[in-house]
């Protein structure tokens, strides 16, 4: 494919869509090293700043990451998780088989703060499990989850199925608990010096954080999560059914004072 000199598709677009087919087909593989900047400039005949608004819109969609000093890369695919049923990072990971794994970073027994409290309903600082857990993919942390259990749940997991098993599968088959919903925000944020570390990433990193708490059949809240999530690596995904009954405009002429204010 060729750059279309008198095409209206301006040429940053149409070099972004040449090398965005390239990614597709397999010719630049996850993590291979794109042309630099100087190469891609000769072989197309464009601009500098036609390269570079050319990389910066694949960058934009997630296809390519810059790592400074060292060159462009096709970033690897992006573990997505649908919205439309319960179901934990661990199980969802579990299909990658032996490319992925869980790296327990702490599992101790923490006196909690008033928003864990709260979250969990128990008594002020009553004592709460804590586990922190590192995901990783092909030796790539890309998620970090911090995980808040009523003490007497955490007490009755063994470090070694911590290691191994997803949450839900331990409250599920161990503690006979009965998961019926849970409740969940995502929101962006720039990674702290401790979550930066772990996910080997610079600080101010964007990364997606997700915070669910997770109900029993009889309402009582099991389980209360924090997860940091890396943006190259993960993205949510949701069907959405429009309602038309939910999407009335009122005419202006009703609005009043406030339309003659405008």
Request: charged letters at 20%; glycine letters at 4%.
């Amino acid at each position: 494919m060729n750059i279309a000199r008198h095409s209206t598709v301006p040429l940053y677009q149409q070099l972004a869509s040449i090398l965005r087919q390239q990614i597709d087909s397999g010719k630049f593989v996850p993590g291979a090293t794109l042309p630099p900047e100087s190469s891609l400039t000769r072989k197309y005949r464009v601009s500098r700043i036609t390269t570079r608004q050319a990389l910066d819109l694949l960058v934009a969609e997630g296809l390519i990451v810059r790592k400074q000093g060292k060159g462009t890369y096709v970033c690897p695919p992006k573990i997505q998780q649908n919205l439309e049923s319960l179901q934990g990072f661990a199980e969802l990971m579990t299909k990658h088989g032996a490319e992925q794994a869980m790296q327990v970073i702490e599992s101790k027994s923490i006196a909690a703060c008033a928003s864990i409290t709260n979250a969990l309903k128990l008594a002020p600082a009553e004592q709460v499990w804590r586990i922190k857990r590192c995901h990783l993919l092909k030796n790539t942390p890309i998620a970090y989850a911090v995980i808040y259990l009523p003490d007497h749940l955490g007490r009755a997991f063994t470090l070694a199925q911590i290691r191994a098993t997803p949450i839900y599968t331990l409250l599920t088959q161990n503690a006979h608990v009965k998961i019926k919903r849970a409740t969940q925000i995502v929101r962006a944020l720039g990674a702290d010096q401790e979550t930066a570390a772990i996910l080997h990433v610079p600080r101010g990193t964007p990364l997606m954080m997700i915070e669910r708490t997770t109900f029993a059949e009889d309402e009582t809240p099991v389980e209360y999560i924090l997860f940091y999530y890396r943006g190259d690596s993960y993205e949510l995904a949701v069907e959405l059914h429009r309602d038309p009954k939910k999407n009335i405009l009122r005419p202006a002429d009703e609005l009043g004072e406030f339309a003659s204010d405008s």
